[in-house]
């Protein structure tokens, strides 16, 4: 399966298509069905720019982005919401998704958000903790109920919850610090594999807004400042590659590694126009190109069939 092809989980996913099924539906119960919009981050705007790698990379992985050639890249910056609608003010995580067209053809795919962990472990616990979400919003779940779920799911989510509770209001969308959260593994040209996570981070450091100011903005403001930003400059990001070591967690995107993690500068994305959405865009995380394996994170490869049934839905207006 070539990963530029939309719809199609990058992965050998026959096993989570039947779990993606349900985890779509059931993110439809919990928040309603936005017809033709992304089942999460439905909010987003699209912009073009391009990579030019630092050649660190070069020594780490085969991958042909991270050589030494400039490649070109279409970002997707979103609100972590299910609703199109919502002000983005009041989506306190954000994404940032970007799409590298490899120079041999293909894309590949590194997707961020503002915060460094996830909630599950597992996409069987993410589905859990959707659906318990719902029965709490529908008043079945009782008092008994949800003390077993907060039992249950609570040391994995904790993390993740204290994160998004820390977040401020951001400036801008250029001035956000995103993770992509999942391991991944960098494979160099005498086959040795390395664990990495990737981050991207903002050239002019990250800005927040006080709540003052923060209560000032308009809906869209996020939109609006990129649209004016792009007016006199680009905004540029570092790729971060953060290297793993000996007993580092690969497979639970709950965790964080230690800090004192060596950092190697892969390169620097400059976006600097805003593009109409392209209407085949999905940003799969587990779309690599050759020179960058998947971990053993099961919500890595399970995103993959997600990604593809929300694209489903959406491409047929639904
Ligand atoms: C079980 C785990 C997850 C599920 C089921 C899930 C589900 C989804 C779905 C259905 C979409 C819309 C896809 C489309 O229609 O193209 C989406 C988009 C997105 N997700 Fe996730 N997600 C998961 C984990 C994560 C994680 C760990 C991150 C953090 C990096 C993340 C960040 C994003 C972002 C930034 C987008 C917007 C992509 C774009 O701009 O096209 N998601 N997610």
Known sequence: MKPSDPGQPSTASAEYSELADETIDAIEDLSGVHPGYRRAHAKGICCRGFFRPSGLGAGLTTAAHLQEQQVNAVVRFSGSSTDPALADLLSPAKGMAVQFQLPGGGVTNLVGATVPVFFARTPE?????????????????????????????????????????????????????????????????????????????????????????????????????????????????????????????????????????????????????IIPQPP???????????????????????????????????????
């Open 125 to 273: 616990s993410f589905l859990d903790i959707i659906r318990t979400l719902h029965r709490a919003q529908a008043g079945t779940l009782g008092t008994l109920g949800m003390i077993k779920e907060i039992m249950t799911h609570f040391s994995e989510s904790k993390s993740s919850l204290l994160a998004v509770k820390q977040l401020k209001p951001p400036a801008s969308y250029a001035e956000s610090h995103y993770y992509c959260i999942h391991v991944y593994l960098l494979e160099d040209s005498a086959g040795r594999v390395r664990p990495v996570k990737f981050e991207w981070v903002p050239e002019t450091g990250v800005r927040t807004l006080s709540a003052e100011a923060a209560a000032q903005q308009p809906d869209n403001y996020l939109e609006d400042e990129l649209e004016l930003r792009f007016k006199d400059e680009a905004a540029i990001f570092q790729l971060a590659a953060v290297l793993g070591e000996e007993g580092d967690p690969t497979d639970d995107p709950t965790r964080t590694w230690p800090e004192d993690r060596q950092r190697i500068d892969l390169g620097r994305l400059h976006i600097s126009e």
């Open 280 to 318: 085949e865009l999905v940003m799969d995380p587990a779309a690599v190109a050759p020179g960058i394996l998947l971990s053993d994170d099961p919500i890595l490869s399970f995103r993959s069939a997600a990604y593809a049934e929300s694209y489903h839905r959406r491409s047929e207006g639904r």
